[in-house]
C-alpha cells in the first residue's frame, strides 16, 4: 500500500543530508527571546539577526506595541470571522484609508497575509482569457497565484524589459487583458528591476501592471513608497501589492490602486472572502508603525548606508556578494556542502543569515541571504562582517590570505 507521505522522501533525505553536514536544522531555527530588533538568544547565546527582513526595526515600536496593547484591551484579540461577514470592525477600515492615503490612491484592501494578498489578487484580477506575464524569478506567492487563475501565464526574463516587450507584442490582436507581474526588490537576490522601462512597455502594449513592493515599501522612494515611487512611475502602476511583515513589522498584507473596481474585487477574492480578518492588536500596531514610518524618513537614510556598507564589506572580502545595493544582500556560493558549513559556523559565532538551496535559487546555486535595519549599529555591522571572513575561511570560501 502506497503511503500518503511517500512523496516527501526526498525531502527528508535532503534533510537529513543538511543535519548530517552540519549538526543543524536550518530551517527550524528558533529566536528563543528578542533582545531588541537586531538581537535575538538563539542556542542560549545573544546572535546578531541578519536574516529577519525588519528593515526600520519597527517590530520593536514602543507606538506600535502600546498600541496593540490598547487595542486587545478594547477590542479583544480576534475577529472570529472573514471581512465580508463579521469580521469587519472600525479598525480595518481606518487602515485601508490610510494606507489608500498614504499611497495617494483610491482605495485599498488589507489581506491577513502578504502572501494572500498576491494569492488573491494575481488569481482574481485574470480571468480564463487573459494572460498573466511575470518576471522568471517572481516570489512563490506570485507563481501560486498563477497556479489559482486559469489565465495563460507567460514568463519573461528576470528583469529584462526587452524580453517582456517581445513577448506581449506577440500577443497583439489576442483577445483578453494582459496584466505584468514583477516585484519592486526581488526577496532573494536584492536585485531591482528597470521599473521605468518596463511601464514604457505597459503603456505601448495596453497592459495592467501589478508590482509587489513587500521588500521595497519603506525601503525605496521619498516617502518609503517602493520602486514605483523612487523611478517616479507611481502613476503608470495599476496595483501595487505590499506586506506590514517587512517594514512595519507586523503582519498583513494590502493593495492599493485608483480603479474603482476594486471594490468589486472584494467580492470575488477567495483568499479574502474565506480567512479570518487581522486581529484587533495587529490592526492598530500597523497603523502605529505605519505613523512611525512616516515620522522617521531618518530610518530610510539609515537604512541606505547600513545595506552599502554590508555590501561594501563583503566585496571587499572577496564574497561573491549581489551586484546592486538594497537591503536585500546574498551571498552566493558554489557548493551546497560549502554554503552549509559557513551557514552553521556564521551561528556558531553569533550571527543569523538565511541559507537558501536550490532549487529555490534563482541561478541553482547555494546563497547566504542577509537583510539589514536601519537599527543595525556600525559596529555591529563591521562584526558581521569579520564573522562572515571567519566563516568563509572556515568553509573554505575565501583564499587563506584573505
Not at 531555527?29 to 531588541?36: A, D, F, L, N, Q
Not at 513589522?249 to 474603482?260: A, I
Request: glycine residues 10%; contains cysteine; proline residues 4%.
Amino acid at each position: 500500500m502506497t503511503s500518503l507521505f511517500s512523496k516527501f522522501d526526498g525531502t527528508a533525505g535532503a534533510l537529513g543530508s543538511l543535519v548530517e553536514a552540519g549538526g543543524r536544522n536550518p530551517f527550524s531555527v528558533v529566536i528563543e527571546k528578542p533582545v531588541s530588533s537586531t538581537v535575538g538568544i538563539i542556542e542560549g547565546r545573544e546572535t546578531l539577526l541578519f536574516g529577519t527582513n525588519n528593515y526600520l526595526g519597527l517590530s520593536q515600536s514602543p507606538r506600535a506595541i502600546k498600541a496593540a496593547q490598547d487595542a486587545a484591551a478594547a477590542c479583544g484579540v480576534g475577529t472570529t470571522g472573514s471581512r465580508i461577514a463579521n469580521g469587519t470592525q472600525s479598525l480595518h477600515r481606518q487602515l485601508e484609508r490610510r494606507i489608500a492615503d498614504y499611497f495617494g490612491r483610491r482605495d485599498a484592501m488589507v489581506f491577513s497575509t502578504g502572501y494572500q494578498a498576491n494569492l488573491g489578487m494575481i488569481s482574481t484580477l485574470a480571468g480564463k482569457d487573459d494572460y498573466l506575464i511575470l518576471d522568471a524569478d517572481s516570489h512563490a506567492s506570485i507563481y501560486d497565484g498563477s497556479r489559482l487563475s486559469p489565465a495563460q501565464v507567460i514568463r519573461f526574463r528576470h528583469n529584462d524589459a526587452d524580453d517582456l516587450y517581445k513577448r506581449l507584442k506577440r500577443l497583439d490582436g489576442m483577445p483578453g487583458a494582459k496584466l505584468i507581474v514583477v516585484e519592486g526588490i526581488y526577496s532573494m537576490t536584492g536585485n531591482v528591476p528597470p521599473i521605468a522601462e518596463m511601464v514604457a512597455v505597459k503603456r505601448e502594449t495596453g497592459a495592467y501592471l501589478l508590482v509587489d513592493e513587500a521588500h521595497s515599501f519603506g525601503v525605496m522612494g521619498e516617502r518609503g513608497l517602493g520602486i514605483a515611487e523612487q523611478a517616479g512611475v507611481e502613476a503608470d502602476v495599476d496595483f501595487i501589492v505590499g506586506t506590514f511583515s517587512k517594514s512595519l513589522g507586523t503582519v498583513g498584507g494590502y493593495c492599493v490602486s485608483d480603479h474603482p473596481e476594486l471594490e468589486l474585487v472584494r467580492l470575488n477574492c477567495r483568499p479574502y472572502m474565506f480567512t479570518a480578518s487581522l486581529p484587533p492588536e495587529v490592526i492598530a500596531a500597523t497603523m502605529a508603525a505605519l505613523e512611525d514610518m512616516a515620522e522617521h524618513p531618518e530610518l530610510r537614510t539609515q537604512l541606505k548606508d547600513n545595506a552599502a556598507r554590508l555590501h561594501a564589506g563583503f566585496h571587499g572580502l572577496g564574497l561573491n556578494a549581489s551586484k546592486q545595493v538594497s537591503p536585500v544582500i546574498a551571498v552566493t556560493l558554489e557548493e551546497i556542502g560549502q554554503a552549509i558549513v559557513m551557514w552553521n559556523r556564521l551561528l556558531d559565532l553569533g550571527v543569523y543569515v538565511n541559507l537558501s538551496l536550490p532549487p529555490a535559487t534563482p541561478d541553482s546555486r547555494p546563497l547566504l541571504r542577509c537583510s539589514v535595519m536601519a537599527t543595525h549599529t556600525v559596529e555591529q555591522i563591521d562584526k558581521a562582517i569579520e564573522i562572515f571572513k571567519q566563516a568563509a575561511l572556515d568553509a573554505k570560501a575565501l583564499p587563506a590570505a584573505a
